[in-house]
Structures are given as structure tokens and as C-alpha cells.
């Protein structure tokens, strides 16, 4: 995969792109318009990934607009921090919203005056029944509902009341503005759904200009007409909410006829998705924060080393369907693989060191080795590796006494040094605790690249870092953030967080690595036979430190091949 950041390159198709085709070949002439409205109470998660492509893209690909609208219609529970975050994330993913940065808010008065027009019209009425009686007189799937006893106020009392609740004349939840649709509907949301609601709190962008405040189905298809987006793509769980969407949009003083499709929302194995339970996981502190390299957040995936190609390619990849469905993380990893495989330049690495001594290497002397920076991409040339006497190389790479079908080193074993000898192993150090403290070895000198024996074969080959030019670093490797595919089925009594997986970090502050990583632009690395590795911004002129991104071993080709 080339490393671009152009998802206009990216085309695809689905079943939306199918309808618009459609709507096209009628000969509708009207520029395809779209949004991307995320309520500003959390970080984006790879579920808004993908919405972000769907409706950025299709604007792509059909030369048209799509809007980026904060849908800030809850005072409580909104912050700018959140506003900064999205706006962050939303570009580094590659997309530009242009000038067509919009706010909810900013159509309070439009939506008020909206309000207006349906009490007038005898389409909305104030309603004083309490939370509870109001859900009383909903009634149920089977049973229709029956009608609020103020129902039927003359349209002066309920424009004097509604006008009053604007002033602050009444506390919360004292009565409500609601829509007057059809109490017998077998759609519970068209019975006489609540449009506006008392909230005398403060807004971070209205102040305290409002105490009353929009809810989001009435708020929604208005601030769409407003924009005058034409396909305005959702989530599938508000399939039952598109009657309400096209009642209001009917009924509005608005021009625009914007039209809701549904799509199924992203499940990921091994995570949770909703924003209220991130926000427990950071506030809770199972995890150092919403950028934390394990969450499913963008910030998250960034920290980690994700790169915008990678995860744009695995929104193409999942596609857009009409069902919801459960994806495998082990998808997410192999898009970033392919990715740094080609992109990432390798370097050797030891997680684990034990140093290794090469007796019969001269004291004293250091040689340059070569080897290829990228071997997925030839031009990026060759580098420099230094080998002396003195080196280390991993724990789990040596053993004191072999178990059965161990390959690599072991008293009177050899094996191969990458880029460099074949070494035969002559004595395993231990402590008094069994631990191996030092590795001694002789080389071959004829072994190299070149050399009279340089193709003969043996077992295993390990790398290596040279003792006297290694730079320590910290690793830190991660695995799946909960315990169970699916941390969101939970039986009663459980909780989500039971299966937080305590093991999922490992922090490794003993590694070392070649001198010249990370003093290169690049901030990925292969680390031969460990994985791809991103620099994280905890790192300080005294000692780097890598996020470890993805292991090596690609289980989704694996899952693939076996079906
Ligand atoms: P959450 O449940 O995580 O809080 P949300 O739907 O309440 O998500 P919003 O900020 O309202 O979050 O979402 C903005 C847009 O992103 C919406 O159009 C929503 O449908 C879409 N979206 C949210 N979660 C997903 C998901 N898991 N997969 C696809 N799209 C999603
Ligand atoms: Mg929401």
C-alpha cells in the first residue's frame, strides 16, 4: 500500500452509492450533500471512522459538499475540549470540511421559530404531565396511547406558555413542548414525541441566552434542511425514527427535502464502542486516558501508531451494509501491517537483552555491516550496522538446557546473527536463581555475506544489537483491551468492565535498539522479528519510547486462508 493521505484516490462502492446512482440516472440534478454530526460529549472512536469516510467519501465521489455539524443540543455534556479533539481527528483522517463548519446551536432561533410555526399550525402543544405520567399515556408496542389531557390547548395558550418557557419562567421539567402527531400509531416515536424540553444550564456556546433546548430527532432533520444536506446518513438503530424525520422536514417553514438512509453501525471483537462506556474506562482508570494506545479511539489508534491510510482502507475494506454486524479486530491489524510493511524501515531491536561475548572477535574492534533499510522497497537504499565483540541479543533466544525442538542457542548449538555471523554457542552463564546473566560464543569468520561459508545453512537466525552503539529505549507492548470477544453481552450482575484485560499492557524498560532509529523522520519501525513499533510522545531526549502496534503474525490471512 502506498502511504498517501488522498481518500479521493479511494474509491468504493455500496449500497448508498447504489441509491444516489439511482436518484442520478432520474436525472435528479441536485449537488449530493452530506454531514458528519458528532455530538461533542467524547473522542471519536473507529465506529466514527467509519461514518467519516462514508459520508466524507460519498461527497468525494460524487464532487460534492459534506459538512462537519457539532449536534451541541445537551448543554451538560458537552465540552470544547471534545469540539478540539473531533476537528483534530476528523482531518487527520485526511478530510477538509472546508468553510462548512457548522453548530447545532447556531440554529436555535431557526428551530424556535419552527416551534412557533407547529403550535400555530396546531401541530405542537405544551404539555405539563410529568415524566412518568407521560410515560404512562405512551402506551406500549401492543397498546396504543392516549392522548396528554393538554392536548387539546387553544394555540394562544400554547403560544403564551411556550413563550414563557423561553423566558425562564418555569423550572425543569416543569412541562415540555411536544409534537401533536398520532397517539395510535404503532410507532411509538410518532406519539407525540417531546421537541423541546426546559434546561436552565449554562451552554458552552449560547451561554445562558437558552433554557430551553431542542431534542435531537426535532433538531436533527432541521439542521439538515438548513444546510441543505440531500442524504443524511445514520446509524441503523434510527430506522424507526425516520417517519418523525420526514414529519418533521414535512411540516417545517424549511425548503429543503433532505432524505434519511440508515447504515449498520461498526462492532469491533475485543472492545467496546459507545462513548459513554470509553468515558468510563478513562475516568475509571483502566486506562491512562482517551488517547491511551489500547482504546478504539482515533487518538487512541493514533498514539498506537495506526496511520489515516490504514484506517481508512479497513473502512473500505468492512464495507457498508444494512445489518449490523461484529468485525475482527484481527482485520483493523492486518490493514495497519500491510500498511508499515511497506512503509516501515527495519531495525533491529532487543526487547529482553542478555549480553553475548564473541571470544574470539577481536578486543577493541568495531565493523560496519550493511543491510536494507526497507527489503519491501529497494530504493530506500541500504544502512550501516556496527558489530563488535560485545553484543546483546533476546533471553527467550538462548537457553541454558534446550527443551525438545529448540533451535536457536544453547551450549554447543549454532545459529545465524542477521546481517552478520554464524556464532556457536560455548557457555550459558546463570546466576544463583537459574537466570542467564551472559552468553559466550566463537564466531566464524568466513560466515558473512560474501564470505566462503556465508550460505551455509543453520537453524535459526536471531538478531542482535552491538553493545558499545545501542541506544536503551522503553517498549511497550500491548494486547486486546478486554478479555472477552464480546465485552458489551454481559449477564446480569456483570458489568463491561469485569473483562478489562489486567494483562493488556507490558511495559518493557530495558530495550535496546541501533543508534540511528528515530533520528530518522520516520516514526515507524519493523523491529525484526518483534513487530511494528511507533514512537510515542512520552518519549524524552534521555530515552524513547515505542508503542509496539502490531505484533508480526497476521491471524486474519490466517483466518482467511482457512475459509
Ligand atoms: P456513541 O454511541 O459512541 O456515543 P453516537 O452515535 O451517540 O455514538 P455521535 O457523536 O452522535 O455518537 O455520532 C456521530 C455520527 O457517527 C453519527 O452519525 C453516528 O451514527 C455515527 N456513529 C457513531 N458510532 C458509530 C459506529 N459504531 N459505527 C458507525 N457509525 C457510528
Ligand atoms: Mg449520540
Known amino acids: 500500500m502506498e502511504n498517501n493521505n488522498n481518500p479521493a484516490a479511494e474509491e468504493s462502492s455500496n449500497f448508498i452509492h447504489s441509491q444516489i446512482d439511482v436518484e442520478l440516472e432520474q436525472g435528479h440534478k441536485r449537488q449530493i450533500h452530506t454531514r458528519f454530526p458528532p455530538e461533542p460529549n ?34 451538560v455534556k458537552e465540552d470544547t475540549e471534545y469540539i478540539d479533539s473531533i476537528m483534530e481527528d476528523v482531518k487527520w483522517l485526511g478530510f477538509d470540511w472546508e468553510d462548512r463548519l457548522h453548530y447545532t446551536s447556531d440554529y436555535f432561533h431557526i428551530l424556535y421559530e419552527n416551534a412557533v410555526h407547529l403550535i400555530k399550525e396546531g401541530l405542537a402543544f405544551v404539555c405539563e404531565l410529568s415524566q412518568e405520567e407521560m410515560r404512562k ?8 396511547g392516549t392522548p396528554s389531557p393538554y392536548r387539546d390547548r387553544p394555540i394562544e395558550e400554547n403560544l403564551r406558555l411556550f ?61 439538515d434542511a438548513i444546510e441543505n444536506i ?28 433532505p432524505r434519511q438512509i440508515e447504515f449498520a453501525r461498526l462492532g469491533l471483537t475485543y472492545t467496546v464502542m459507545s462513548k459513554r462506556k470509553l468515558r468510563r474506562l478513562v475516568e475509571e482508570g483502566f486506562v491512562s486516558g482517551w488517547d491511551d494506545p489500547r482504546m478504539p479511539t482515533i487518538s487512541g489508534l493514533r498514539r498506537r501508531g495506526y496511520t489515516p491510510a490504514s484506517i481508512r482502507d479497513f473502512c473500505q475494506k468492512i464495507g457498508v451494509a444494512k445489518s449490523n454486524s461484529m468485525v475482527d479486530i484481527a482485520l483493523l491489524e ?14 533491529m531491536t532487543v526487547l529482553r537483552p542478555v549480553k553475548l561475548v564473541i571470544t574470539n572477535y577481536p578486543e577493541g574492534k568495531t565493523e560496519m555491516l550493511t543491510g536494507d533499510i526497507n527489503p519491501e522497497k529497494p530504493e530506500d537504499g541500504q544502512k550501516e550496522i556496527p558489530f563488535s565483540r560485545e553484543i546483546y541479543i533476546e533471553q527467550e533466544d538462548v537457553m541454558a538446557e534446550p527443551v525438545p525442538k529448540f533451535f536457536r542457542l544453547y551450549p554447543g548449538n549454532e545459529a545465524r546473527l542477521k546481517y552478520a555471523y554464524i556464532i556457536k554457542c560455548e557457555e550459558v552463564i546463570t546466576d544463583e536463581n537459574g537466570n542467564i546473566t551472559e552468553v559466550r560464543c566463537t564466531y566464524d569468520p568466513t560466515s558473512k555475506s560474501g564470505g566462503e561459508t ?96 502490531v505484533s508480526l503474525k497476521d491471524t486474519w490471512a490466517k483466518i482467511q486462508k482457512k475459509n
Open 42 to 75: 467524547g473522542y471519536l472512536h473507529i465506529g466514527h471512522a467509519k461514518s467519516i469516510c462514508l459520508n466524507f467519501g460519498t461527497a468525494l465521489k460524487y464532487q460534492g459538499l459534506c459538512n462537519l455539524r457539532f449536534d451541541d443540543t445537551n448543554p
Open 334 to 347: 492486518h490493514c495497519i501491517r500491510e500498511d508499515l510493511n511497506y512503509n516501515a524501515p527495519r531495525a
Open 454 to 549: 556465508a550460505n551455509r545453512k543453520v537453524k535459526s537466525t536471531l538478531h542482535w544489537v552491538d553493545c558499545a552503539t545501542c541506544q536503551p529505549i522503553e517498549v511497550r507492548l500491548y494486547d486486546h483491551l478486554f478479555t472477552k470477544e464480546n465485552p458489551d453481552d454481559t449477564e446480569e450482575g456483570q458489568d463491561f468492565t469485569d473483562f478489562v484485560n489486567k494483562d493488556s499492557l507490558t511495559v518493557l524498560s530495558n530495550a535496546v535498539t541501533e543508534q540511528w532509529v528515530a533520528k530518522e523522520p520516520k516514526q515507524s519501525y519493523q523491529f525484526l522479528r518483534q513487530g511494528y513499533f511507533a514512537l510515542d510522545p512520552d518519549s524524552t531526549d534521555e530515552k524513547l519510547v515505542f508503542n509496539r502496534v
Open 137 to 144: 399515556y405512551r402506551g406500549t408496542l401492543t397498546q396504543s
Open 230 to 257: 440531500t442524504h443524511s446518513i445514520c446509524t441503523l438503530e434510527f430506522e424507526n425514527n425516520r417517519p418523525l424525520y420526514n414529519w418533521i422536514i414535512e411540516h417545517s417553514i424549511l425548503e429543503a427535502r
Open 163 to 223: 413563550e414563557e418557557m423561553k423566558a425562564g419562567k418555569y423550572p425543569d421539567g416543569a412541562m415540555v413542548l411536544r409534537a401533536k402527531i398520532d397517539m395510535a400509531s404503532p410507532n411509538i416515536v410518532m406519539r407525540d414525541p417531546v421537541i423541546y424540553r426546559i434546561q436552565h444550564e449554562h451552554h458552552h456556546r449560547t451561554g445562558d441566552e437558552w433554557c430551553i433546548y431542542p431534542m435531537y430527532d426535532y433538531a436533527h432533520p432541521l439542521s
